[in-house]
């Protein structure tokens, strides 16, 4: 059973940045395919970016291509989700994602994923 916790949510104001973590129970993060997710008020829950197996690639969704990163730290078993200038419209419940399908050309979809987190709330002000 894989936990995954996630962190540094918070208010923003709009054009901020935050970095979210998120840690797992055990080594996932350079093993298994890692992805986050966020849910806005009222809507379905979206793809956000993922990071392949063995770290060898990240993949964005296009509202948030050149505003956001996701990286991880091997160490401390943690993917982290970078986002800068942050919109109103990234007003949304954060989740992180575990995947133990190594490939996969279907990361973008909520049903390739095996283990989630809590979530952490994002809310930006405009």
């Known amino acids: 059973q894989v936990q995954l916790v996630e962190s540094g949510g918070g208010l923003v104001q709009a054009g901020e940045s935050l970095r979210l973590s998120c840690a797992a129970s055990?080594?996932?993060?350079?093993?298994?395919?890692m992805g986050w997710f966020r849910q806005a008020p009222g809507k379905e829950r979206e793809f956000v970016a993922v990071?392949?197996?063995?770290?060898?690639?990240?993949y964005y969704a296009d509202s948030m291509k050149g505003r956001s990163t996701i990286s991880r730290d091997n160490v401390k078993n943690t993917v982290y989700l970078q986002m800068n200038s942050l919109k109103a419209e990234d007003t949304a419940v954060y989740y992180c994602?575990?995947?133990?399908?190594?490939?996969?050309?279907?990361?973008?979809?909520?049903?390739?994923?095996?283990?989630w987190g809590q979530g952490t709330q994002v809310t930006v002000s405009s």
């Open positions: 990071m392949t197996w063995g770290g060898g690639s990240a």
């Open positions: 055990v080594r996932t993060s350079s093993r298994y395919p």
């Open positions: 994602a575990a995947s133990l399908k190594l490939l996969s050309t279907s990361y973008f979809r909520e049903a390739e994923y095996d283990y």
